[in-house]
């Protein structure tokens, strides 16, 4: 049966898409961890004559690249032993090494911003904000801000509608059966919404985003609330919007829209404040955590020689850098969370295992892109309306698609029977050792139903989920000041009426040095570059030693791809000044900007 396979050479097909531009960067750069530029044909565990050699090799890496106790966090395990460690290391001197530049780039531009804004006198309004981007950061964030990020930053569609873009995942829908989390007066909420609460809870339309527990982390000394907030799909436009925000510090004010313009403003900047804090840890515990461990658990069962570590490989340099650079400058003490955040390092460590171990970031199936979405009735909700505009589904979903469709015809072709599939020793064996990896909700049973979608996810989560919480959007949307700051430098107000915001936002030096840190995560050299997620599976090595279909299907992926980044890439403000809903322009899952792996 194995023998009919072709294994042919796929003659370059994956270069041939025709939309294909002439990349900045070298393919070879990042051949997979172990594997020779040779050509190497992948291989099942079934053909007569490998198994014993390669059960070897097994072995060595069993022997040699075992479960340590995780850094950054007791979870997941961190690779260690001789294969271990080595790994770990050259992946940090990869990343290392190509952080050269970027930091080069950045700390210039700072020198830049820095002057500029001194000589300008400071920040002494909110509009001095914008010096801070006008003519700025040319070599670190040459694209600049999101269109509309800084201009329209005080409407409230512009607030509401970053929880269905730069951080999708901390709103959810209530059920009606709910009991309502806060209280909101019927005069305000009628004279916001056309509805009292309850009212709004009971017919499905009222969202909740819940960042209370922030209120127990440990303080730098500067300041933060631990807001929760609703928001609501209005009953006659249909609107996406926000109705309130509760602080739960001091005299834990509930502010509206009815407040005054500088009060309902503050509200949703301290909101913000922990809304990103909820994104970064998220980000770093969902994406960075469980692909870590699942690559683990299956290079130590996969053989180098195995077409789905092969893809494993291609979708994972530097896998094992960015923990060690997180404990290195991020959440060390006196880092960069230590000097810019409310919550110190060790809070963010606190964060990132408390969301991985309770599952909400570290369950893997849960997690699947429609599963989770439902879970949290964004997505085909029993109860209340559709989500009108939904910008993260609406671009997501193209990735996801196109990423499903490569895996179901890599499986496909490499499995054309269900028996061969089920003789794989291998895959039985990355099942098993999920469980002794700990990784979180893995399958516990395979079929190819269950590896397309194990792999789809696993794409799925370095890339489009990553960059839609990190890499450019940092610098681009959800880092930008002076809506999105990481600290406050006042106490939370007791009473409302506060008069001037400047005093509570980072002054001048702070501020260069918040767009610093998210420049520092920004890789603008990629954007159309080999890195691009367009290329996610164009890797000529790697596809001379597939069969030919998964390289057509690369192909077909690379020119879905490119096609969609087309679409984002010519999006623009609507007659109403709106773009996907939203008065912002969102860049971010554009295929030519979004790296295909997890970056940084
Ligand atoms: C990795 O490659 C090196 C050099 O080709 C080889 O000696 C080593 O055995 C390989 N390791 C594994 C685990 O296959
Ligand atoms: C791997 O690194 C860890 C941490 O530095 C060290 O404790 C351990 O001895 C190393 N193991 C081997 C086999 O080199
Ligand atoms: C910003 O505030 C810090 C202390 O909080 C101070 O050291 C620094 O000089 C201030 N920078 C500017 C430009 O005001
Ligand atoms: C958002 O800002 C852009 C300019 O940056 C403007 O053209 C557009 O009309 C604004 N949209 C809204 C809703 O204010
Ligand atoms: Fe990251």
Not at 25 to 49: C, F, M, V, W
Not at 84 to 105: H, I, L, M, W, Y
Not at 143 to 155: A, K, W
Not at 206 to 220: G, I, R, V
Request: aromatic share 12%; hydrophobic share 40%.
């Amino acid at each position: 049966m194995f023998s009919a396979i072709s294994w042919s050479l796929s003659l370059g097909l994956a270069l041939q898409a025709a939309a294909a531009p002439p990349f900045r960067n070298d393919l070879n750069e990042h051949q997979p961890r172990n594997i020779s530029a040779a050509d190497l044909k992948y291989t099942l565990p079934l053909s007569p004559g490998n198994t014993a050699e390669r059960a070897n090799s097994i072995h060595v890496k069993r022997d040699t690249f075992v479960y340590g106790p995780g850094i950054c966090g007791d979870v997941p395990f961190w690779p260690t032993g001789t294969l271990g460690n080595s790994t770990t290391q050259t992946d940090f001197e990869k990343f290392t090494a190509e952080g050269v530049p970027v930091k080069t780039a950045v700390f210039s531009d700072q020198d830049i911003a820095l002057t500029a804004i001194t000589a300008a006198g400071g920040i002494k309004q909110l509009s001095d904000y914008e010096l801070l981007y006008q003519d700025q950061w040319k070599k670190s964030i040459p694209d600049g801000v999101d269109l509309g990020v800084l201009s329209n930053y005080t409407d409230d569609l512009l607030f509401s509608m970053e929880r269905l873009s730069i951080n999708p995942y901390s709103t959810k829908r209530l059920n009606p059966s709910d009991t309502l989390p806060f209280p909101v007066e019927d005069n305000i909420a009628t004279a916001i919404t056309g509805a009292t609460v309850e009212l709004l809870l009971k017919s499905g339309r009222l969202f909740y985003a819940d960042h209370s527990n922030q209120k127990t982390l440990e303080s730098t000394g500067r300041y933060a609330a631990a807001c929760d907030a609703y928001f609501y799909i209005h009953p006659t436009s249909g609107d996406f919007l926000p109705l309130a925000v509760r602080t739960n510090v001091g005299s834990n004010l509930v502010y509206t829209p009815t407040d005054s313009a500088n009060d309902w403003l503050l509200a949703k900047m301290m909101f913000n404040l922990n809304d990103f804090w909820h994104s970064q840890w998220y980000h770093l515990s969902a994406t960075h955590n469980v692909a870590e461990i699942v690559f683990e658990a299956a290079y130590r069962t996969l053989s180098d020689e195995h077409p789905v570590m092969a893809i494993l490989q291609r979708l994972t340099p530097e896998l094992f850098s960015y923990r060690q650079s997180a404990i290195s400058v991020l959440v060390n003490k006196g880092g960069f969370i230590d000097r810019l955040f409310a919550f110190s390092g060790a809070a963010a460590i606190k964060t990132t295992s408390d969301m991985y171990t309770s599952g909400f970031a570290g369950n893997f199936q849960a997690n699947y892109f429609y599963p989770n979405l439902r879970s949290r009735g964004l997505l085909d909700s029993t109860f209340g309306p559709e989500i009108k505009a939904f910008p993260f589904l609406e671009d997501a979903s193209v990735i996801h698609t196109a990423i499903k469709d490569f895996m179901t015809a890599f499986v496909d072709s490499t499995y054309p029977d269900p028996s061969v599939f089920t003789q794989d020793k291998e895959l039985q064996a990355w099942i098993v050792e999920a469980v002794a990896a700990k990784v979180m909700d893995f399958p516990t049973s395979i079929d190819r139903t269950t590896l397309i979608d194990i792999l789809t996810h696993f794409a799925f989560l370095v890339s489009a989920e990553h960059q839609t919480l990190n890499t450019n959007d940092l610098a681009e949307a959800s880092g930008s000041l002076p809506f999105h700051p990481f600290a406050l430098y006042q106490p939370i107000p007791t009473a409302k009426g506060v008069t001037d915001l400047v005093p509570f936002l980072p002054n001048a030096s702070q501020a260069v040095s918040q767009i610093v840190l998210t420049a520092l995560f920004a890789r603008p050299e990629w954007v159309k570059s080999d890195r691009s997620l367009t290329q996610m599976f164009n890797d000529p090595a790697m596809l001379r030693g597939m069969n030919k279909k998964t390289a057509e299907a690369a192909a077909k992926f690379q020119t879905t791809l490119m096609r969609f980044s087309d679409v984002v890439s010519s999006r623009g403000f609507d007659a109403e000044g709106l773009c996907q809903g939203m008065p912002f322009i969102w860049r971010t899952l554009d295929p030519q900007r979004a790296p295909y792996f997890l970056t940084i």
